[in-house]
């Protein structure tokens, strides 16, 4: 079992609840990379957004100041929106942090669940899935450090390319899911490890997906490959207080997202539903651990990655986090495993 963090950076407050710039968001981010990296946790993951309520735009560059004052931790994100990236740009950009981390650069990359980039960026929605397709068979051309040669509809040929710089150590690669039998099959077909979001209901039903994927891989010819979780989540010393924290911050971030897309109210019913038998990890030390254990064996998944920030609250509570994450999650998580 490995186990990584999540952040998208999103837009949080200080100690007194005041609002704190972007600039200090991405401050805290990268002491947040510090500290999971000082207490041995096995990755760490930015987001991307390009909208205001999240302060991480191009997370490459985060990525790139992080592997400058860290040792050990694999550094990623989560996800690299590629749909609206060029891939010639993402390996790039990736080859340099490989450089920078000595060999602990990795991608995942997805579709993403917002749409901003696609206009910011001059790209019709309507390729939404040919975009994501095109680019992610190139992104695998690519991360071979052959002479690529390729051709499609939404970008520029190829013909007996090298791509510089070259890199060390191969940069590893991840296709991240929401939950489309497409994509699992399509990673598959490419040959990626898996990285499922699951941000509600019980991740049990997951299973099918992963199933999939593996009788897929069979199919192929291909070995067993790694299938991982993302869940969002927040650890305090007791359950009581992971609620009192967790339901204001939700319900504000949520609560937003909500009413862009025109889901119901967010209300403390689905909040509490969630984190007692869903796919949020609020809760103390002993009670994630519990959730984290069903789920990594219901799926059979091989690395948790915790999302760790989940509306705006303050960097300290990220910390602490982290700190309980790390002390007495994993560590408790690994013995229950054993048990099994």
Known sequence: ??????TFGGMNVDENGNPNTAAQVIREVVAEAVLADSLGIDAFNIGEHHREDFAVSAPDTILAGIATVTKNIQLGTGVTVLSSEDPVRVFQRFSTIQALSNGRAEIT??????????????????DYAELFEEKLELLVELL?????TWSGRMRASLNNQIVYPKTDKPISLRVGVGGSPESVIRAARLGI??????????????????????????????????????SPGLITETDEEAIE?????????????????????????HFLGEVNGGSMYFGSPDTVAKKIVHAVTSVGASRFDLKYDNGPQP?????????????????????????K
């Open 109 to 126: 990359a997805g579709r993403g669940s917002f749409i901003e980039s696609f206009p910011l960026f001059g790209y019709e929605l309507s």
């Open 193 to 230: 490890p898996l990285a499922l979001a699951i941000i509600g209901g019980d991740p049990a039903r997951f299973a099918p997906f992963a199933k999939l994927y593996r009788d897929a891989l069979a199919q192929l010819g291909r070995p067993e490959l790694a299938i991982s979780i993302h």
């Open 245 to 269: 924290i967790g339901w204001p911050a939700y319900k504000a971030s949520f609560g937003k997202i909500g009413k862009e897309r025109g889901w119901g109210e967010t209300t403390i019913e």
């Open 144 to 148: 071979r450090e052959e002479p690529v």
């Open 315 to 339: 960097h300290s509570v990220h910390l602490k986090t982290i700190e309980l994450y790390a002390t007495e999650v994993i560590p408790r998580v690994r013995k229950m495993l054993a048990a």
């Open 1 to 6: 079992m490995r186990f990584g963090l999540d």
